[in-house]
């Protein structure tokens, strides 16, 4: 019998190990993050939703979405920060991250940036640009992601 | 020789386990297929890797469309993309994503004037088209076509189920990496609904219509930007790209718009005078660009 469990025990072992070579690189999916942000914008009506790949590096770097609106619109946007091992602060702007007089509308500080679900509000606005302050990591190299789903009513 | 029967399947499992182990994306992507065989009519090597510092989040026909219903523009049939066109367009990943969102749009357009049963029809054209790209599973699932029919009356409900066919329809394209589909599948769905403003407002002088045709216009920049990050996934691009630039021209050199573009101000368009020389230019180019993606 020992014949057939050893080898099998240390297949087990192996695969088992093997599977943990990921690190903290979490499962993104796109299907269950986009559905649970997607709830978070009742009763606004779904409009669309972004995934964004985050890496972390040995420095902080920023990933922004732009995202244009129509003007007197009312929109809400629902963030699911929960396929990410760290937590990434959420900062949304009136111009993108090039421009040189741009204004913060909201920072994912207030309130605390470990939260899973962040919900935000907007109208009068054309456009906004969502930017995703990734901290550094010291071994780097490790990744999850960031869903924004947007909603209008 | 039991344990060669054994030990055979579970190494397989295992070294299939570990490839999977550095992107959990990919394991997504080899369960849907496996539960949707349609996926393979498209052609997965066009599938994209992307990193990018800065991406896009366009809006949907369906959102485009209720926006543009509160302009009072009455509803003009003969507008619409004729359905008996689905088969015309199973020629390339190009066609099929172009006329997926011109469909869409036309499905909104529809939808929003309270025409359900071309609606229905128009839905039937969306999945056509979309079992071309693989999005079977999108339109299949959850009894959508029995609740359409169930609810068809019903405005809000059948939003909803159009919305929920959105969401399954961005997620199959993000798990099979296939991003550079939805911007393309925008740009078309973008160009059907500037067609039918610029038609609505050739036809009644509509103030509103027309303001909301130049608001539609802002986002001819933000769809180029978007296309130019998979500029060479599908060879048409640069021609689409090229396109939408001379729409976006058109408009920027509208007087009040050049001037609001230059001092960084946001203009209010409902107070933006267009000639009808510059409006016939603009609706020129966008009948040029609707007919090079239907035809």
């Known amino acids: 019998m020992n014949k057939i469990f050893k080898p099998l025990l240390t297949l087990f072992v192996l695969v088992g190990l093997m599977s943990f070579q990921g690190g903290d690189t979490i499962l993104c999916d796109a299907k269950q993050l986009k559905e649970k942000a997607k709830e978070g914008l009742d009763p606004y009506k779904y409009d669309s939703s972004e995934l964004t790949r985050i890496m972390y590096k040995t420095k902080e770097t920023v990933k922004e979405v732009e995202v244009p609106l129509f003007i007197g619109e009312k929109?809400?946007?629902c963030f699911n920060m929960e396929a990410l091992p760290k937590a990434v602060e959420i900062q949304i702007y009136n111009k993108s991250k090039d421009s040189k007089n741009?204004?913060?509308?909201f920072s994912s500080k207030e309130g605390g940036i470990d939260r899973k679900v962040i919900q935000f509000e907007v109208s009068k606005s054309r456009q906004v640009y969502i930017d995703y302050i990734i901290p550094p990591t010291e071994t780097g190299s490790y990744s999850g992601c960031a869903v924004v789903a947007i909603g209008y009513k | 020789m039991i344990i060669k029967k054994i030990t055979l399947p579970i190494l397989t499992a295992a070294i299939i386990l570990t490839s999977c182990g550095d992107n959990t994306e990919k394991q997504t992507e080899v369960d849907e297929s496996k539960i949707d065989s349609t996926l393979t009519a498209v052609d997965t090597t066009a599938a994209i890797e992307e990193d990018h510092d800065v991406t896009y989040n366009l809006p949907s026909?369906?959102?485009?469309?209720?926006?543009?219903?509160?302009?009072?523009?009455?509803?003009?049939?003969?507008?619409?993309?004729?359905?008996?066109?689905?088969?015309?367009?199973?020629?390339?990943?190009y066609k099929r994503a172009t006329n997926f969102g011109v469909y869409s749009s036309d499905l909104a357009y529809c939808l929003f004037n309270k025409k359900f049963q071309e609606s229905k029809n128009y839905l039937k054209a969306c999945k056509d088209v979309g079992s071309f790209l693989g999005l079977?599973?999108?339109?299949?699932?959850?009894?959508?076509a029995q609740r359409f029919d169930k609810n068809?009356?019903?405005?809000?409900?059948v939003v909803k189920i159009v919305s929920n066919i959105q969401l399954k329809t961005?997620?199959?394209?993000?798990?099979?990496?296939?991003?550079?589909?939805?911007v393309i599948a925008f740009a078309g769905a973008w160009t059907e609904s500037i067609y039918i403003a610029s038609e609505a407002y050739a036809k009644d002088k509509n103030k509103k219509v027309l303001t909301n045709l130049l608001e539609q216009l802002l986002l001819a920049e933000t769809i180029n930007k978007a296309l130019k990050h998979y500029e060479k996934s599908e060879p048409e691009i640069v021609n689409l790209i090229a396109s939408i630039e001379k729409i976006n021209s058109a408009f920027k050199n509208i007087p009040a718009v050049k001037v609001g573009l230059e001092k960084d101000e946001d203009v209010d368009y409902a107070t933006v005078t267009v000639t009808e020389s510059e409006f016939k230019t603009l609706s020129g180019l966008i009948v040029e660009l609707r007919k090079s993606i239907t035809e």
């Open chain 1, 75 to 77: 929109y809400r946007f």
């Open chain 2, 136 to 144: 079977n599973q999108a339109f299949d699932g959850d009894n959508m």
């Open chain 1, 102 to 105: 741009r204004k913060l509308l």
């Open chain 2, 152 to 157: 068809i009356s019903n405005e809000d409900s």
């Open chain 2, 170 to 182: 961005d997620v199959m394209f993000e798990q099979n990496k296939q991003k550079h589909i939805t």
């Open chain 2, 61 to 93: 026909a369906l959102h485009i469309a209720y926006v543009f219903k509160k302009s009072g523009s009455a509803f003009i049939p003969t507008l619409l993309n004729s359905i008996d066109n689905v088969n015309k367009y199973n020629t390339s990943n």
